[in-house]
């Protein structure tokens, strides 16, 4: 089983140009996503977080049991659901702005332990901003890596929830000696101000740092550098889209027995490259249609036979 552990939100998408234009709500987050992609491509997943009891905190547990990822490590809270207000601009990107003051999933707390048979666990995005809950998914991440589970980060960095942006880097890097594999997108990359090197230096087995449609580059411990090109795809919005990677790459590990340090440390070319190209196609799938809309299993099948 693969834990994804981190925020639930609700996205709240404009349906026009303009500041004033009509909002739809959509379930997103970005460990809330990975999760979906992840029951969408058929691994066995669970999610780890605090969710709301109002109507959107619901909608968001229905979600998740319909694709079939385990809810029983949810926490549930009478606060409201955290909003996310995405600008999308004319090539597809999003932006956000978070109304997060008094939510639920920020009072997350610590559980005593991951889901039985967890082989994974991913963190990432604003659960390890917002206090108090951004410590005690903290405390997670360095037992869960204390007792020799798989550890994936993703931090995607919102810089608006970021009060001090030096002592987040600072945090960040305090990070990485529990993690095994470091998702980075080129602009976190460029915010966080190091280098994949670097991040190795400190921690992790592998770093994937992704370029969206120029495609993503792995560099490994071992002295490794190998990248795959963006799949063409028509953009409606890049809404999930590095969430979908980020479930991409687990699954794939996964499936080849990987989930390890020593089994990345095992992939050479080929299947760097194979994981890459898996998680390029996921991608652009999502990227192909509104909001974080991420692929299922059988819409990879042709290419990935």
Same mark, same amino acid.
């Not at 601009?89 to 610590?110: I, K, P, Q, W």
């Not at 987040?168 to 280098?195: H, I």
């Not at 980020?246 to 989930?259: S, T």
């Given at each position: 089983?693969?834990?994804?552990?981190? #925020?639930?939100?609700?996205?709240? !998408?404009?349906?026009?140009?303009?500041?004033?234009?009509?909002?739809?709500?959509?379930?997103?987050?970005?460990?809330?996503?990975?999760? %979906?992609?992840?029951? *969408?491509?058929?691994?066995?997943?669970?999610?780890?977080?605090?969710?709301?009891?109002?109507?959107?905190?619901?909608?968001?547990?229905?979600?998740?049991?319909?694709?079939?990822?385990?809810? $029983?490590?949810?926490?549930?809270?009478?606060?409201?659901?955290?909003?996310?207000? +995405?600008?999308?601009? /004319?090539?597809?990107?999003?932006?956000?702005?978070?109304?997060?003051?008094?939510?639920?999933?920020?009072?997350?707390?610590?559980?005593?332990?991951?889901?039985?048979?967890?082989?994974?666990?991913?963190?990432?995005?604003?659960?390890?901003?917002?206090?108090?809950?951004?410590?005690?998914?903290?405390?997670?991440?360095?037992?869960? $890596?204390?007792?020799?589970?798989? /550890?994936?980060?993703?931090?995607?960095?919102?810089?608006?929830?970021?009060?001090?942006?030096?002592?987040? *880097?600072? *945090?960040?890097?305090?990070?990485?000696?529990?993690? $095994?594999?470091?998702?980075?997108? +080129?602009?976190?990359? #460029?915010?966080?101000?190091? $280098?994949? *090197?670097?991040?190795?230096?400190?921690?992790?087995?592998?770093?994937? !740092?992704?370029?969206?449609?120029?495609?993503?580059? %792995?560099?490994?411990?071992?002295?490794? #550098?190998?990248?795959?090109?963006?799949?063409?795809?028509?953009?409606?919005?890049?809404?999930?889209?590095?969430?979908? !990677?980020?479930?991409?790459?687990?699954?794939?590990?996964?499936?080849?027995?990987?989930?390890?340090?020593?089994?990345?440390?095992?992939?050479?070319?080929?299947?760097?490259?194979?994981?890459?190209?898996?998680?390029?196609?996921?991608? +652009?799938?999502?990227?192909?249609?509104?909001?974080?809309?991420?692929?299922?299993?059988?819409?990879?099948?042709?290419?990935?036979?």
């Amino acid at each position: 089983m693969i834990v994804v552990a981190g #925020e639930a939100l609700i996205d709240l !998408v404009p349906q026009g140009a303009g500041a004033l234009a009509a909002l739809t709500p959509a379930l997103g987050g970005g460990p809330y996503n990975t999760a %979906v992609a992840l029951g *969408r491509l058929g691994s066995p997943a669970a999610f780890c977080s605090r969710v709301s009891r109002d109507a959107f905190g619901e909608a968001l547990l229905d979600r998740l049991r319909e694709t079939g990822v385990e809810v $029983s490590s949810v926490q549930r809270g009478d606060e409201p659901t955290t909003l996310a207000v +995405a600008t999308v601009g /004319t090539d597809g990107s999003a932006a956000y702005s978070f109304y997060v003051e008094g939510t639920a999933d920020r009072l997350f707390t610590a559980p005593e332990g991951l889901p039985a048979g967890a082989r994974a666990v991913s963190f990432g995005t604003c659960s390890l901003v917002l206090e108090p809950g951004a410590s005690a998914y903290e405390e997670l991440m360095r037992t869960a $890596s204390a007792r020799g589970v798989f /550890t994936a980060l993703d931090p995607n960095i919102r810089p608006g929830l970021i009060p001090d942006a030096d002592a987040y *880097r600072s *945090r960040f890097m305090r990070w990485l000696p529990s993690v $095994s594999l470091l998702k980075v997108s +080129a602009e976190d990359a #460029e915010w966080l101000g190091g $280098s994949p *090197r670097e991040w190795l230096a400190a921690g992790p087995a592998a770093v994937v !740092v992704t370029k969206g449609g120029d495609g993503l580059t %792995v560099f490994t411990r071992g002295g490794g #550098e190998y990248a795959v090109p963006g799949e063409r795809v028509e953009v409606v919005d890049t809404i999930g889209a590095g969430d979908t !990677v980020n479930a991409a790459l687990l699954h794939r590990l996964a499936a080849r027995d990987a989930l390890s340090d020593e089994g990345l440390d095992s992939l050479g070319a080929e299947g760097w490259e194979d994981l890459l190209g898996f998680a390029a196609r996921a991608a +652009a799938i999502t990227c192909s249609r509104a909001g974080a809309e991420p692929p299922y299993a059988h819409e990879l099948e042709p290419k990935d036979a």
